[in-house]
């Protein structure tokens, strides 16, 4: 399968996670009988949820700190505000979003969703939510930026976000009028936790390059509840590293 067709199920639009589904006719959760512990049971494309060795999240804990790791060079660009709710989240698909090079690789932004609380934790504690800003470059490779949202001022790079947010699952829904630029969601300091992860959502496939920004950004009590009131837990448990390492970049 290729990493375009998985991006697809995965989570790049409601078409895709509905058709994938329905095709399977396994319907996967984050709670109850079709939850996590399930998913890589329900059908042979999930497979590696359950076997993969190198998946994700993780709980970051011991890293090292490295002083060649690159920056991350982010190039983003104001795009049309397109919106979807996929039933597992709510995702902001870029037409002409930019993207970010690290090293010799330039990743164009695909797109970017939101969990919470955050999949990722540090130190054994999770952020109220993260958002994923998924990347892929000319060959297929994919690259997530994971920036941890905490409670506190409004976010005003997501009030277009979460003013617009479908309160139902369905079709991907431009708004009129409004871009969004992911540039305004990054934090000002850029060092990063970096490991080799998966997908977090079925199919859980693996070869996805993680970045965690080390900073995390703020958004109101009021737009973290209005997310919480679509989604109230939408985070996959932590992954065994299974000894991976977790490099760090300062900044
Ligand atoms: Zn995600």
Same mark, same amino acid.
């Given at each position: ?7 697809? /199920?995965?989570?790049?639009? *409601?078409? +895709?996670?509905w $058709?994938g589904? #329905?095709?399977?006719g396994a319907?996967?959760e984050?709670d ?23 998946q994700?999240p ?5 890293t ?6 690159p ?8 795009s049309?505000?397109?919106?979807v709710?996929?039933?597992h ?8 979003g ?16 939101f969990?919470?609380p ?8 999770p952020?109220d939510?993260?958002?994923? /800003?998924?990347?892929?470059? *000319?060959? +297929?490779?994919? $690259?997530?930026? #994971? ?5 506190g ?21 431009g708004?009129?009028?409004?871009a ?7 934090p ?5 936790y ?7 959502t079925p ?8 970045y ?13 509840k209005?997310?919480?009131g ?5 985070a996959?448990?932590?992954q065994?590293?299974?000894?991976r390492?977790?490099v760090?970049?300062?900044?």
């Amino acid at each position: 399968m290729k990493l375009s067709r998985l991006l697809m /199920l995965c989570c790049f639009a *409601a078409s +895709g996670a509905w $058709a994938g589904e #329905a095709a399977h006719g396994a319907h996967w959760e984050y709670d109850g009988h079709n939850g996590p512990a399930r998913w890589g049971e329900m059908n042979k494309e999930y497979e590696v949820c359950g076997l993969g060795k190198h998946q994700s999240p993780i709980d970051i804990r011991k890293t090292e700190m490295k002083v060649d790791l690159p920056e991350l060079a982010f190039d983003y660009a104001a795009s049309p505000l397109k919106i979807v709710n996929n039933g597992h989240t709510v995702q902001v698909n870029l037409d002409a979003g930019g993207g970010v090079k690290i090293g010799d690789h330039v990743y164009r932004l695909a797109q970017f969703h939101f969990h919470t609380p955050s999949e990722e934790r540090i130190q054994g504690k999770p952020a109220d939510m993260v958002a994923h /800003l998924v990347h892929k470059d *000319a060959a +297929g490779k994919l $690259a997530v930026v #994971a920036v941890l949202v905490k409670r506190g001022k409004e976010n005003a790079a997501l009030k277009a976000v979460f003013d617009n947010m479908p309160i139902a699952a369905g079709p991907v829904h431009g708004v009129e009028g409004l871009a969004i630029n992911a540039a305004d969601l990054l934090p000002a300091k850029r060092g990063y936790y970096h490991f080799e992860g998966s997908l977090t959502t079925p199919p859980c496939s693996e070869g996805v390059s993680w970045y965690v920004l080390s900073t995390p950004v703020e958004a109101s009590a009021a737009q973290i509840k209005a997310f919480r009131g679509l989604y109230k837990h939408n985070a996959r448990p932590v992954q065994p590293l299974n000894g991976r390492n977790v490099v760090e970049r300062a900044g």
